[in-house]
């Protein structure tokens, strides 16, 4: 089936993952990584080899497996991980608000500004504060290095950072048309801004009420409970037994050092539940 689609000739192969709402957590990821394993499998029967495979992109929903699935194909493979992307989102969302806003424009194909990634050859050997005159109509915001799992992204570098061969440019901007840089000969060193006076800062302590468990919830635990210098405590309600949610905590990871989790079994649609002298999300 995989030949009848001509799969080898493909710019990209997507394998999203399946449906995970009615089965286990652990058979969509299982299910991904055989899918992988039959096309990369199919390639090698056909006698390609890693230069011939398409570029792949797989949905999982454990970032555990991340690694598993990335190791499965023999050609470039992009693994995302859909409770660790989830599980940041909601994260941000809550910490900054209106974000949602941001990550929506910069998502979008269709409106405004988005992300690009371009290799400049000619801009090799210069910092990101020297090149910020190459792009009138873009703003560059990092450097991506590296390729597979050792493709590493570094935003808003510090100015010892210089670019490199084969470092990609991460640029903000409206077009690809618009991440061309100007000849070299025609722009000026943009002079570093001085430090801000005093750091901005940030809301020591947060309540945060969750009406509901899934398999992004220990993702989005685990994010909040890396932020060292903020404070949250978080309260669950769900009617998955409170002993199973803190298993899962466990084993994805997931167990919470600075963050305050309290754990209650309840029906969060019902008032009764909500409004307990157990449970006062009032506050």
Same mark, same amino acid.
């Not at 050092?257 to 002298?277: I, K, N, Q, W």
């Given at each position: ?51 011939? *495979? ?5 949905? +999982? ?12 194909? $023999? $050609? ?10 989830? $599980? ?17 424009? *910069? ?9 690009? &990634?371009? #290799?400049?050859?000619? +801009? ?16 560059? &915001? ?23 061969? $084969?470092?990609?440019?991460? &640029? ?24 801000? !006076?005093?750091?901005?800062? *940030? ?26 210098? #903020? ?12 002993? !199973?949610? &803190? ?15 309290? *754990?209650? !079994? ?18």
């Amino acid at each position: 089936h995989l030949r009848r689609a001509d799969f080898l000739h493909a710019a990209a192969i997507l394998v999203p993952a399946p449906d995970s709402a009615t089965v286990n957590i652990e058979y969509p990821d299982a299910r991904t990584i055989k899918t992988i394993l039959a096309t990369s499998k199919s390639s090698r029967d056909d006698g390609g080899d890693a230069t011939d *495979m398409p570029l792949m992109v797989a949905e +999982l929903n454990d970032a555990r497996k991340l690694r598993i699935a990335a190791n499965a194909y $023999g $050609g470039p493979i992009e693994t995302i991980a859909s409770d660790l992307i989830v $599980g940041r989102l909601l994260a941000q969302n809550i910490r900054h608000p209106g974000i949602s806003h941001v990550y929506s424009e *910069m998502l979008r194909h269709d409106a405004g500004s988005e992300i690009y &990634l371009n #290799e400049v050859p000619e +801009l090799v050997g210069r910092s990101l504060t020297d090149i910020t005159s190459c792009f009138p109509r873009a703003v560059p &915001l990092g450097i991506l290095r590296g390729e597979g799992a050792n493709c590493r992204a570094s935003l808003n570098p510090p100015p010892s950072v210089v670019i490199q061969a $084969g470092d990609r440019l991460v &640029l903000l901007a409206a077009s690809f048309e618009d991440v061309r840089p100007l000849a070299a000969r025609e722009t000026q060193p943009v002079r570093a801004r001085a430090p801000l !006076e005093r750091p901005v800062e *940030m809301l020591p302590f947060r309540r945060v009420l969750v009406l509901g468990w899934n398999h992004v919830v220990p993702a989005f635990i685990r994010e909040l409970d890396g932020y060292a210098d #903020e404070a949250f405590e978080v309260d669950i309600i769900s009617l998955v037994p409170k002993a !199973e949610r &803190l298993a899962e905590l466990a084993r994805f990871d997931a167990t919470p050092h600075r963050t305050s989790v309290r *754990m209650f !079994e309840g029906e969060y649609t019902s008032l009764a539940d909500t409004t307990s002298r157990s449970v006062d999300v009032s506050r």
